[in-house]
C-alpha cells in the first residue's frame, strides 16, 4: 500500500522559511514522478511543481507563483521528498499534499496535508 | 492552460442524473482527471486520462469529452457523492485545476 505522509507545517512570519518532508512507504520513489499541490483555505486546489523520477534525472517545474522562492528535492535512500519554502507570502497560506504521480498519466496518491500558516 | 468548471455550484437530489463541464482554454490531450473531495480530506482521484475510471471507483462515475470539453458525469447520484469536484489537467506545464463544483443536496 502506497503511503504519503507529510510534516513540517506550521506558523512562519511573512518572509521567513520552511521545509516540508513527505515520507514515502509502498512503493520505489525514484520510479516516480512526485508532485506538490496546495489548497487555500476554502479554496481550490493549486499545483505547485514537480520532481521528476531518476529516469529523468531529477529534474523539476515549478508554477509561477512559486518560481524561484520554492525548491523541490528529494531523497530516495530515505523515501522522502522535500519543499523547501524561502520568502514565504501570506498568500502561501495552505494545506500542502504531496502526491504521487503515476506513469499511466495520474496523481492517484495523495498524503493528508500539511497546513502552512504564513502570518505576522 | 485554465480551465473552467461549470457550474460552481449545483444542488441535486439522491438519484439525479448530475453532469459537470470543464473548458480548457486550448486543446489538451487526454491528460485530463477528475477529482471529488470532501471537507477536511485530501481529494480522491475519481477519472483519468479523460475516461478512465480509478480502480474502486463506483461504476456510475463516468468521464468523456475531447479536445477543449470534458465532462463527468454520476448517474445517479448517491448520499455519499455530495461533496467538490475538480478537474486537473496533466497535459502541459503548469498542471492546472479547475475552480470546483460543489455539490450538495436538494
Known amino acids: 500500500e502506497v503511503q504519503l505522509v507529510e510534516s513540517g507545517g506550521g506558523l512562519v512570519q511573512p518572509g521567513g522559511s520552511l521545509s516540508l518532508s513527505c515520507a514515502v512507504s509502498?512503493?520505489?520513489?525514484?520510479?516516480?514522478?512526485m508532485d506538490w499541490v496546495r489548497q487555500a483555505p476554502g479554496k481550490g486546489l493549486e499545483w505547485v511543481g514537480r520532481?521528476?523520477?531518476?529516469?529523468?534525472?531529477?529534474?523539476?517545474e515549478y508554477a509561477a507563483s512559486v518560481k524561484d522562492r520554492f525548491t523541490i528535492s528529494r531523497d530516495d535512500s530515505n523515501n522522502s521528498l522535500y519543499l523547501q519554502m524561502n520568502s514565504l507570502k501570506t498568500e502561501d497560506t495552505a494545506v500542502y499534499y504531496c502526491?504521487?504521480?503515476?506513469?499511466?498519466?495520474?496523481?492517484?496518491?495523495w498524503g493528508q496535508g500539511t497546513l502552512v500558516t504564513v502570518s505576522s | 492552460i485554465q480551465l473552467t468548471q461549470s457550474p460552481s455550484f449545483l444542488s441535486a437530489s439522491v438519484g439525479d442524473r448530475v453532469t459537470i463541464t470543464c473548458r480548457a482554454s486550448?486543446?489538451?490531450?487526454?491528460?485530463l482527471a477528475w477529482y471529488q473531495q470532501k471537507p477536511g480530506k485530501a481529494p480522491n482521484l475519481l477519472v483519468y486520462?479523460?475516461?478512465t475510471l480509478q480502480s474502486g471507483v463506483p461504476s456510475r462515475f463516468s468521464g468523456s469529452g475531447s479536445g477543449t470539453e470534458f465532462t463527468l458525469t454520476i448517474s445517479s447520484l448517491q448520499p455519499e457523492d455530495f461533496a467538490t469536484y475538480y478537474c486537473?489537467?496533466?497535459?502541459?506545464?503548469?498542471?492546472?485545476f479547475g475552480g470546483g463544483t460543489k455539490v450538495e443536496i436538494k
Open positions: 502526491v504521487r504521480y503515476d506513469s499511466s498519466g495520474k496523481d492517484d496518491c
Open positions: 486550448q486543446g489538451i490531450t487526454t491528460y
Open positions: 520532481s521528476r523520477n531518476k529516469a529523468r534525472s531529477y529534474t523539476t
Open positions: 509502498g512503493i520505489t520513489l525514484s520510479d516516480h514522478h
Open positions: 486537473q489537467q496533466l497535459d502541459t506545464y503548469p498542471l492546472t
Open positions: 486520462r479523460m475516461s
